[in-house]
C-alpha cells in the first residue's frame, strides 16, 4: 500500500536526503530541472506529513529526512495522509483530464 | 495533534456530476484507486474487490503491481447524490493471513459542494484512535520497509536517467 505514495519529485527528494544527507533547498535543486519552488512545495507537503523537518544554519534552511521523531500513532495517521495525498492527485488527474 | 482523523480540502476543477461519478462508480473508483470490485456501491452492503495497478498513473501503477490481486473490502455506509458518499474499511489490512474482521473500522467521508471554480471535496478518513496501538505501530514498521524499497527504487530509477542522459 506504501506504493500508492506517487510522487516521483517527492520521492527524489526523499531518495536524496536519504542517500545524502541533511541538505539546503539550493543543494536539492543542483543539476535537476525542478524549480527551487517546486522542491519548497514537496518539502512542506513531506515535512506536513512528518517525514522531513528543516532547521536553520546561518541563512539556510537545512532540510533533514526524519522517520523516527513522531510518536507511532502520530506517523501512522501522517503515512495515511500521505496515501491520502497521492490517491486524491490521481482522482484529480481522473476527473480532470 | 489529532490522532483520531484526517481531513484533506480540495479543489477539483470538474463539475460535481463528474466528480460524484468518479467516486460512486465502483468501476470509476477503481480505476484511479487501483481496485477492482465485485459489483456496484450499495448503501450499508459489503462489497468486496482485489487490489489492481491503478490506470490513472504508469509510474504509479509500477509501485502498486507487487500488491496486485490482494483482497480489499469496503462496506458502504451512505450514498446522497452529489453530496455524500462514505463506507467503512480496515486501514492498512495489506498483511496477508491477517484477519482483519473483528477489528474496528475507520470512517470515509468524501462531501462535495459546487462551486464556481469546480467541486469542493472534502475527504475525511476518522475512527484511528478506536484501531489498536500495536497495529498502528506494525503498520508503520512494514511502511518504514516500505520506504526503504521506494528510496531504493527511486535511486535506481535516478541513476538509470543520469546514465540515459550521458
Not at chain 2, 450514498?79 to 474496528?104: C, K, Q
Request: charged content about 25%; aromatic content about 8%.
Amino acid at each position: 500500500m506504501f506504493a500508492a505514495l506517487g510522487d516521483e519529485t517527492r520521492l527524489a527528494i526523499v531518495a536524496q536526503l536519504s542517500s545524502r544527507g541533511p541538505r539546503s533547498i539550493t543543494s536539492l535543486t543542483e543539476g535537476s530541472s525542478v524549480t527551487r519552488q517546486a522542491v519548497t512545495k514537496h518539502l512542506h507537503v513531506l515535512n506536513g506529513a512528518g517525514l522531513v523537518h528543516c532547521s536553520r544554519r546561518g541563512r539556510e534552511s537545512i532540510w533533514e529526512l526524519d522517520s523516527h521523531r513522531l510518536q507511532d500513532a502520530q506517523r501512522y495517521l501522517a503515512e495515511i495522509s500521505a496515501h491520502w495525498d497521492a490517491a486524491i492527485d490521481r482522482l484529480r488527474k481522473f476527473v480532470e483530464d | 495533534m489529532d490522532t483520531d482523523r484526517i481531513e484533506k480540502k480540495i479543489l477539483l476543477r470538474a463539475p460535481c456530476s463528474r466528480v460524484w461519478r468518479a467516486l460512486t462508480d465502483s468501476t470509476e473508483f477503481g480505476h484511479w484507486f487501483g481496485v477492482k470490485f465485485d459489483g456496484p456501491f450499495v448503501p450499508n452492503t459489503l462489497l468486496r474487490g482485489v487490489l489492481v495497478p491503478t490506470s490513472v498513473d504508469a509510474a504509479v501503477a509500477e509501485h502498486q503491481k507487487p500488491y496486485e490481486g490482494h483482497p480489499f473490502e469496503i462496506t458502504v455506509a451512505q450514498i446522497e447524490p452529489e453530496r455524500l458518499f462514505s463506507f467503512r474499511w480496515h486501514p492498512f489490512a495489506v498483511e496477508r493471513g491477517i484477519d482483519y474482521s473483528a477489528e474496528p473500522t475507520t470512517l470515509i467521508e468524501f462531501v462535495l459542494e459546487e462551486i464556481p471554480e469546480g467541486t469542493m471535496l472534502t475527504v475525511t478518513e476518522s475512527g484511528f484512535d478506536q484501531i489498536p496501538l500495536a497495529r498502528r505501530a506494525k503498520a508503520f514498521t512494514a511502511n518504514e520497509q516500505g520506504w526503504a524499497t521506494v528510496i531504493e527504487l527511486i535511486e535506481k530509477h535516478l541513476t538509470h536517467a543520469a546514465q540515459t542522459a550521458q
